[in-house]
């Protein structure tokens, strides 16, 4: 493997992702999910919880016009819910991207690479808490990146107190995650597995479902599909009822489908 590219003081690699020989993410959200969710190919039993309680969801489809939304932080009769201080994003594009955003790069987190739009989000980094997300499929799906990756580690309670909607699965998520060992990871980026791609299943306004699509070391491709709600003027995930981030890790035979990081660019 050819040598990293310099990485500037706050973490980012200062070429384009799609040629970073070192862009892979070690895998600490899908040793989340093993943990949370699950290894399974099939859901487990309570395959009904990660839609219980939230209503109907519709799937987003790109209208000639797109449907247009005033940016966060603005007053739109009364509709917009208020952003948190400091928080502005251009709401405008809700259309499901059709590839990665032109200024997607790549930040650390420990041992981990995440992806981050200067644009979509997360803008606003608190210590392990990344966000201000735009209201946008972009930036539900980059929330789902930026939040999951912490699940893994110590910063987890300060991530689920403020980045999980509240309810009784992010209650039961307490629970399990309180019972189980904290894993920093001190392995190199990419030495458990890699994300690869996203594929938006379904979008409103209110809620998303992302599926995440990842590659592990082995080659073989799985997914990991996570709910998102806006509350507060921000995504947050919403665990299944049981406390699972996911019903289960399912198998995949390759990127057919998933809006690649750095698709168009020759990743």
């Known amino acids: 493997?050819?040598?990293?590219?310099?990485?500037?003081?706050?973490?980012?690699?200062?070429?384009?992702?799609?040629?970073?020989?070192?862009?892979?993410?070690?895998?600490?959200?899908?040793?989340v999910l093993a943990l949370v969710g699950g290894y399974a190919v099939l859901a487990d039993d309570g395959e009904g919880d990660a839609n219980a309680g939230r209503g109907p969801e519709t799937t987003a489809s790109p209208s000639p016009g797109g449907t247009q939304a005033t940016p966060s932080g603005k007053p739109s009769g009364g509709a917009e819910e208020p952003r948190p201080a400091g928080c502005r994003t251009d709401d405008s594009d809700q259309t499901i991207p059709p590839k990665s955003p032109a200024d997607l790069k790549w930040k650390v987190y420990q041992a981990e690479l995440v992806p981050v739009s200067a644009t979509a989000g997360p803008l606003q980094y608190d210590g392990p808490v990344w966000s201000c997300f735009a209201h946008t499929p972009l930036g539900a799906a980059l929330a789902v990146h930026s939040i999951s990756t912490k699940m893994g580690g110590s910063d987890w309670k300060a991530v689920v107190g403020r980045q999980f909607a509240p309810g009784t699965g992010t209650e039961a998520l307490k629970k399990s995650r309180a019972a189980k060992k904290d894993e920093n990871d001190p392995g190199a980026p990419g030495s458990n597995g890699t994300y690869v791609g996203f594929s938006m299943v379904t979008y409103d306004k209110d809620r998303a479902t992302v599926m995440m699509l990842m590659r592990l070391p082995e080659g073989n491709y799985v997914t990991g599909t996570v709910a998102v709600v806006w509350e507060g003027g921000d995504w947050k995930i919403r665990p299944t009822l049981s406390g699972s981030i996911t019903e289960s890790i399912t198998p995949v035979g390759g990127t057919d489908g998933f809006v690649l990081w750095g698709g168009g660019n020759g990743a």
């Open 1 to 31: 493997m050819s040598p990293r590219s310099r990485r500037s003081s706050s973490g980012e690699w200062e070429k384009p992702f799609w040629q970073q020989p070192g862009w892979l993410l070690s895998a600490g959200f899908f040793l």
